[in-house]
């Protein structure tokens, strides 16, 4: 498999979890192009959850779409009732984030310099360019 290939690979997934994530009702759902920031992966999945049991919901719906785009369900860490939670899926690594654990822990600052990815959900709208800074505003 080429490198070429595996960016639109994973690119799929992170963009399908990033729809699992919205269709459970996820909030602030955004995916970041970190492919060139970091080489451990290639994209983030950042994602608001108000409440232990949607984010246990949303990591139990991610594992399943992982599994049916790649064949594999991915490693979870942290408890549905911690203020993050993380599901690494390879080329894609999903944060699953309180409000207070977004803002406490703010990913969207640190990886500001990642490009933002359109993904047809109601927080991707924007052109893939780097993102501002904290969550999409309200509307």
């Known amino acids: ?25 996820g909030e602030d759902v955004r995916i970041l192009d970190v492919g060139d920031l ?9 994602v608001t959850s ?20 790649t064949g594999e369900p ?5 408890s549905s ?5 993380l ?3 390879g080329t894609v690594v999903v944060h699953v984030l309180s409000p207070e654990g977004r803002e406490f822990y703010g990913l969207d600052h640190l990886w500001h310099d990642a490009k933002l990815v ?9 052109e893939s360019r780097p993102h501002s800074l904290g969550p999409a505003p309200a509307e």
């Open 38 to 46: 970091l080489y451990l992966t290639d994209y983030f999945v950042l």
């Open 87 to 89: 599901c690494d899926f």
């Open 50 to 69: 108000q409440s232990a049991r949607q984010t246990k919901a949303i990591t139990s719906a991610l594992r399943v779409e992982a599994k049916r785009v």
């Open 81 to 85: 009732g911690s203020a993050w939670v």
């Open 74 to 78: 991915g490693h979870e860490e942290g």
């Open 118 to 126: 359109p993904f047809g959900g109601s927080s991707g709208e924007e």
């Open 1 to 25: 498999m080429d490198l070429e290939q595996s960016k639109s690979e994973a690119l799929h997934l992170a963009k399908s979890l990033a729809q699992e994530a919205e269709a459970h009702k």
